[in-house]
């Protein structure tokens, strides 16, 4: 039978990995996906790979299972990409969400900071097309401390009308946000920890969470583990 999801997905999920152009990614508004667990992989249960099950790892030796896990991961990771991730970290432009914020005006303010090009790998417009606009193999410029294992992605807009932070995302965004990471989640692999900007801020108080009063920004202006 004809199937039309795969085709349209086909069509139009495809994500460039290699080298930067515009090339423009467009995801239809309706489009089904697995379910996407927001929360960060618990490191000390991991996740076991196709890989190792091909290998009919011991269940019950589940350190040599992890460690293996680890190299394996690390070694496809610098296979498909170049470098090791450990960090999905979610954006927002900080623009207003009835003003347009294009690829082009993005660049230049990035260019205006002293950047070669855009720091995010990813932006994703108020339409739900998704940009690649940064090598992913290349580390990005978007959160200090957390580059050179991270990937980026910006969505267009986090100001309201009023230029108030407030979650701006289109349902299109919202689609193509939760599509693009679950496809670099096969790429990169479930071992990383997928949050917003903010919840890298100082852990000041020491207690293991970032909360609201210790962020030094807002951005993305939503809470990535909840409403991802
Ligand atoms: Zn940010």
Redesign the pocket.
């Known amino acids: 039978m004809f199937n039309a999801t795969n085709k349209v997905r086909k069509k139009y999920a495809r994500i460039t990995v290699g080298t930067p152009g515009y090339a423009q990614v467009r995801v239809p508004p309706v489009l089904f996906f697995p379910p996407l667990s927001c929360q960060p992989v618990d490191k000390a249960h991991g996740v076991r790979t196709r890989q190792m099950h091909a290998m009919n790892f011991d269940e019950t030796n589940f350190q040599v299972e992890k460690n293996e896990q680890e190299v394996f991961m690390k070694r496809r990771m610098k296979r498909n990409i170049g470098r090791e991730i450990t960090h999905l970290?979610i954006?927002?432009s900080?623009t207003h969400a009835d003003r347009p914020f294009t690829v082009e005006q993005l660049e230049a303010a990035h260019r205006a900071r002293g950047f070669e090009c855009i720091g995010y790998h990813y932006y994703i417009l108020r339409d739900g097309t998704t940009v690649n606009t940064r090598a992913i193999g290349r580390p990005g410029a978007?959160?200090k401390g957390y580059n050179a294992h991270s990937i980026g992605i910006?969505y267009e807009g986090g100001l309201d009308v009023e230029g108030c932070p407030a979650d701006t995302r289109t349902p299109e965004q919202r689609i193509a946000l939760r599509l693009l990471v679950w496809q670099l989640l096969g790429i990169v692999g479930r071992n990383v920890r997928i949050c917003g900007?903010r919840d890298l801020s100082p852990d000041l108080d020491g207690d293991g969470t970032v909360e609201p009063e210790e962020w030094t920004?807002l951005?993305?202006c939503f809470d990535v583990a909840r409403d991802l």
């Open positions: 970290i954006h927002c900080a978007h959160c910006c900007h920004k951005c993305p």
